[in-house]
């Protein structure tokens, strides 16, 4: 009850200051202030200016958001900072009283929003220093990347910057060291943010690992130190992170070669992912290890080439042909997973799979119903077979599913 009355207040409040800015004549500037037809008031720090009626429609935009965030609705705060990011600077004056909101994720979503619009206005930056020492996280960490994006050239915003970086909170130094990096191209941030990505906050590790991916190249040195490091955990997400860099060195790639065939199957699995991920050169490197003589090594290879960017059948139909014949079950429950996914097969896999709707282990037969049910039409051949699994199998969910896949095709007809 006590959201829903505050809820209220604010929402007479957000009517009664635009019953004000509509009174102005003329036009209202973005930065609160309304220029009446004399020219008389306060000079904006913004040039561009709004007509009154787009300032209305920022009125209902920041109500949603405001009830969105109150409850903490996902879905609505999205919908709500694409629309009003959409509407635009007239929105600001009605954003920065929302700063100094009780509900810290309505602050955090103000935040969010300002730093879409991308408007430097100069009276947003007092309200966004308080910011970065707000009591929540959450707000502290998104107010250090506004003020880096709207007023990178401010020694404020630098000392801020640098005062955040000894914040309690990991996430927020992840943001800090990422602001420091932005505009002065510090090699301690890139050391400070390789560091975090051992901290025991995972949603820390998650936000390390997307600002050094973002940064690209320049972290690849200090990356490959942690590579050789003894923290399983953290040498996977340093792999991961390489497998996202586009046009990795030769050298890069061949390491990821080495740590593939890797004993530990968390590195090893890793790395196959990042040289999947890294293009046709990546891809010369993994494709023999899908004829390695360690079976769970061919197993991931065949996992791992469905994250390959082609889609390209005659790249990966021997890979397939070959793994659906596999001596080893893993193998051929990897490649059938992989057929699956990529929505990749020919007549000759259509017949592999065929014989392994008959198999005796039933996660084969379930395997085999899935490949087939990614295939659409290709699978048509494989109809009457599938009609049998439907009718005779003893697993339910297998007979269900192959059901399925008979109708699917019978409608595709």
């Known amino acids: ?21 509509l009174v102005c004549a003329g036009t209202v500037c973005v930065g609160a202030v309304c220029v009446g037809a ?15 009626a787009t300032s209305a429609a920022a009125v209902p935009a920041v109500q ?31 954003l920065r009283p929302l700063f100094r909101h009780q509900d810290a994720n309505v602050r955090w979503q103000a935040l969010i929003t300002v730093g879409r619009i991308k408007i430097s206005d100069r009276s947003f930056l007092e309200p966004l220093l308080a910011a970065s020492k707000d009591e929540d996280a959450d707000v502290r960490g998104e107010a250090v990347t506004v003020l880096a994006r709207l007023f990178p050239d401010r020694p404020q915003v630098l000392m801020a910057i640098s005062a955040s970086q000894n914040d309690a909170h990991p996430v927020v130094r992840v943001r800090a060291y990422a602001a420091d990096w932005e505009l002065r191209k510090r090699r301690r941030a890139l050391t400070a943010l390789i560091g975090l990505l051992g901290d025991r906050d995972w949603m820390a590790v998650q936000a390390a690992a997307r600002c050094l991916a973002h940064v690209g190249a320049p972290a690849i040195p200090g990356l490959l130190q942690v590579v050789d490091q003894a923290d399983v955990r953290r040498r996977a997400i340093v792999i991961g992170i390489l497998g996202q860099l586009p046009d990795l060195p030769c050298e890069v790639l061949r390491r990821l070669g080495e740590l593939a065939r890797s004993s530990n199957r968390s590195v090893s699995a890793a790395a196959m992912d990042a040289l999947a991920r890294s293009g046709r050169r990546g891809w010369l490197i993994l494709k023999p290890l899908a004829a390695a003589p360690d079976a769970e090594l061919r197993a991931q290879a065949v996992r791992s080439a469905a994250l390959l960017a082609t889609r390209d ?31 990749i097969g020919d007549q000759q896999s259509v017949r592999r799979l065929c014989q392994l709707l008959q198999d005796h282990l039933p996660d084969h037969r379930g395997a085999a119903v899935a490949a087939l049910g990614g295939l659409g039409t290709t699978a048509r051949p494989a109809l009457s077979q599938l009609r049998i699994v439907g009718r005779d199998d003893p ?11 008979v109708d699917q095709l019978a409608d595709q007809r």
Not at 321 to 334: C, E, Q, T
Not at 395 to 405: E, G, L, M, S, T
């Open 64 to 94: 949603s958001l405001v009830r969105a965030a109150a409850v903490y609705d996902e879905q609505a705060m999205r919908a709500s900072v694409t629309r009003l990011t959409r509407i635009g600077p007239a929105c600001l004056p009605h």
């Open 313 to 343: 059948a005659g790249t990966l139909l021997p890979m397939l042909h070959s793994g659906l014949s596999d001596r080893d079950p893993r193998v051929r429950l990897a490649t059938m997973a992989t057929i699956r996914r990529l929505r």
């Open 395 to 405: 697993v339910d969910y297998i007979r269900r599913h192959a059901q399925r896949i």
């Open 38 to 52: 004399d020219g008389s008031g306060v000079e904006s720090a913004v040039d561009q200016t709004v007509d009154g």
């Open 1 to 21: 009850m006590a959201k829903r009355r505050m809820l209220k207040l604010m929402t007479r409040g957000a009517a009664l200051l635009t019953r004000r800015l």
